[in-house]
């Protein structure tokens, strides 16, 4: 922390090797961002596909902060299914929260962390894949922050919700996790090749695949 730079907050490296008072907590925060990208509002900015492909590059450090396993699968398993977990609740907050406030949220004003068109775009997004939606969100920033917000303002049967909820958060986890770790291990271990030597390669091409639909969609939008 004493070298902290405001462009940390969207760099994936700086959570994963957050350290306090020489302990490390990067387990304990990777999750915190999990839930609040979609239980509080206030996540949308923070990085979280990358961050969970380099959390799988980073598993065996990660984990070692929190509980010990030594076989490398089970190790990769725990981290995504405990990332997995915190994605529930994260998106279960947001119902909720939906639920609750109805249309308060369209009547709101912008500020710095809450944006009126973020919610418009994810209620589009949301009524035109209906179900779906909540498991497309997950791979998509922004959209999945607001996604289970319109879903509890629309009133989407809790169980039909939970389904797509608990489904989507363990696709998402397991796939972005087990891909950063054995892409990682494939590459080292058959071409020498050290992907933590090309994180800022890695960040730009997966913050580009995951935004270019959104904007896409938005010059798509604007041009009809």
Do not use: C
């Not at 509080?40 to 961050?51: A, E, K, M, R």
């Not at 020498?192 to 969609?217: A, G």
């Amino acid at each position: 922390m004493e070298h902290f730079n405001w462009a940390d907050l969207i760099n994936p490296e700086f959570y994963i090797n957050l350290e306090i008072a020489g302990h490390k907590i990067g387990i304990y925060v990777i999750l915190f961002i999990i839930f609040a990208e979609t239980g509080l509002l206030v996540g949308f900015f923070l990085p979280g596909d990358s961050l969970l492909f380099l959390s799988g590059i980073y598993s065996k450090s990660l984990m070692a902060e929190f509980i010990y396993i030594e076989n490398d699968f089970m190790n990769v398993w725990a981290l995504a299914s405990l990332v997995a977990l915190a994605g529930i609740i994260g998106n279960t907050f947001g119902y909720w929260f939906g639920a609750k406030s109805g249309n308060y949220l369209y009547q709101k004003e912008d500020s710095w962390i809450f944006k009126k068109k973020y919610l418009f775009e994810s209620k589009a997004f949301f009524e035109k894949h209906g179900g779906r939606a909540i498991i497309f969100a997950r791979f998509l920033p922004i959209i999945r922050t607001f996604a289970p917000i319109i879903a509890g303002i629309a009133n989407m049967e809790i169980k039909r919700f939970m389904f797509y909820n608990i489904l989507s958060s363990f696709l998402w986890a397991y796939s972005l996790i087990f891909a950063g770790h054995y892409l990682y291990r494939f590459l080292l271990d058959s071409y020498e090749v050290d992907l933590t030597h090309y994180i800022e390669y890695i960040i730009i091409i997966i913050v580009l695949i995951t935004t270019v639909p959104l904007v896409m969609k938005a010059i798509k939008s604007r041009n009809n």
